[in-house]
């Protein structure tokens, strides 16, 4: 089983990828994978868009063999964002994405796209220090929100919507494990 966490910056994702992936049994993940995290702050910082999403869509790739092989060691990955996060966040940044760039990943069984109120997400992310990646999609975080749903549909992914507003990441658990049918 793979299920995958989307929603824009300080939505909860990765609170509820620990919660799930204890509840589940499963393997937490984050994407980009480890191994970039070093390169991320400058590319953040320095790169254009497109290479920006070149980056992260490279990381996705690498991801996606990580977690096959999790997968086909008969265990279950929760991931905190995935190839959705990366193509509708350089979606907003005006990179001309396709879907096709994401064809030749492992697919989740399940997108959970998280949102929240856009005031208390704000609190939250200035709470938590914001990275430099946060800053440079600060003014566009209800745009992601929007774009995350339409993306979703249109794709034809998976999904269920949460607005984790309203409820605890152990009700969220809930919410997913009712929809997978756990």
């Not at 929603?7 to 980009?32: E, H, N, Q, W």
């Not at 992260?56 to 977690?67: F, H, M, N, P, W």
């Not at 994401?102 to 697919?107: E, G, P, T």
Request: aromatic share 10%; charged share 25%.
């Amino acid at each position: 089983m793979f299920v995958a966490l989307e929603g824009a910056d300080g939505c909860g994702k990765g609170t509820l990828c620990t919660v799930l992936a204890r509840r589940l049994g499963a393997t937490a993940y984050s994407t980009p994978p480890k191994r970039y995290l070093e390169s991320r702050d400058k590319v953040d910082r320095e790169s254009s868009a497109l290479e920006h999403y070149r980056f992260y869509r490279e990381g996705i790739y690498d991801a996606s063999s990580e977690i096959d092989e999790i997968l086909g060691r008969g265990e279950s990955v929760v991931s905190d964002r995935y190839w959705l996060s990366t193509f509708t966040y350089h979606q907003v940044m005006g990179v001309p994405v396709s879907r096709e760039d994401f064809s030749c990943v492992v697919q989740p069984m399940l997108t959970v796209v998280l949102s929240l109120n856009h005031k208390v997400q704000m609190e939250r992310m200035t709470i938590r220090g914001m990275s430099i990646g946060d800053r440079r999609m600060l003014d566009r975080q209800q745009d992601l929100t929007k774009a995350f749903y339409q993306n979703v549909l249109e794709l034809s992914v998976p999904f269920i919507f949460i607005d984790a507003q309203f409820f605890s990441p152990e009700k969220c658990a809930s919410i997913i494990m009712e929809a997978i049918k756990i």
